[in-house]
């Protein structure tokens, strides 16, 4: 599964991207961007915090081995022991900086995928393959940059979402500091080139397939009301994000142990390994 916070942006999205809404026979009105990016910056905000327990129990699934010790079996195990020995509170852990990427990361997002969009479209590549597969790479581009800028933010929220968030923010930020000394403040980016690697797929595998998935469907109803295309833009944005996570999963592993890490013990050709021996090719799907 990849990040909540990745996937609520574009999820809750998808019901107003690229799309005719039919307000009443004979009338058609296409929303606005700023609308859609309005509508998108509510959701994520709405969505993180209603997934952000299910993140918390996650981050501690595919971190846990990096502390030593296993203990959670699965999501339904996760939630349980967390509430059992932590209080009900822990499940919120991060909330604070998931809310504080949910804006930024959704504004840069979509201008970026729009601007890029539309610029394809009144250029000369209009009718060409480029502007037809727009989606698959608009998406990553714009994803690129949305993940760079909040890069600090996330890994400030991974390590308060693992283990090392148990002991409360001081104990986080103390950890952090020492990093920063160590290593310098291009540490705060630590995790940015697996966050890529599965951000920018994902972006990329989620936009073409809901591209695609809507058009074939609004393709067979051409007199579509606004229920029916919710329904189509649900089935094709559900679709393509399940796809697109399951793919990008080993991905995210590898980022959240990048983030919980320190010195050596972070290097991303060491925690592939240890991962792969220690947990088999399934440990690069824990969380999905």
């Not at 094709?236 to 013990?265: C, E, L, Y």
């Not at 060491?270 to 792969?276: A, E, M, P």
Request: net charge positive; hydrophobic share 40%.
């Amino acid at each position: 599964m990849t990040d909540t916070s990745e996937l609520e942006i574009i999820e809750n999205s998808t019901p107003f991207q690229h799309e005719q809404i039919k307000i009443r026979p004979g009338t058609i009105n296409q929303a606005s961007s700023t609308e859609r990016m309005i509508s998108a910056c509510a959701g994520a905000l709405v969505t993180s915090t209603l997934m952000t327990p299910l993140d918390v129990v996650k981050t501690r699934l595919q971190s846990q081995e990096a502390h030593g010790y296993r203990h959670l079996n699965g999501t339904a195990d996760g939630l349980v022991k967390i509430v059992r020995n932590e209080g009900p509170l822990a499940l919120f852990r991060g909330l604070s900086a998931g809310l504080v990427m949910a804006i930024p990361s959704t504004v840069i997002y979509f201008v970026g995928y729009d601007y890029i969009r539309d610029q394809i479209k009144q250029s000369r590549f209009g009718d060409t393959a480029v502007h037809d597969y727009s989606p698959l790479w608009a998406g990553g581009v714009a994803r690129t940059f949305a993940a760079a800028f909040i890069s600090p933010i996330e890994l400030f929220r991974t390590r308060m979402q693992a283990i090392h968030g148990s002991q409360g923010v001081p104990d986080v930020w103390r950890g952090i500091k020492q990093m920063i000394q160590r290593e310098g403040l291009i540490s705060l980016w630590r995790g940015l080139v697996p966050t890529m690697l599965r951000d920018v797929p994902f972006s990329a595998f989620y936009w073409m397939g809901y591209e695609k998935i809507k058009h074939h469907l609004n393709s067979k109803n051409s007199n579509q009301d606004t229920l029916s295309n919710f329904q189509s833009s649900f089935i094709a944005g559900a679709s393509s994000g399940m796809f697109a996570a399951v793919v990008t999963t080993p991905f995210d592993v590898i980022k959240t142990q990048r983030q919980v890490n320190s010195g050596d013990d972070a290097r991303i050709s060491r925690l592939v390994r240890k991962t792969l021996l220690e947990e088999g090719y399934g440990g690069f799907f824990k969380g999905v």
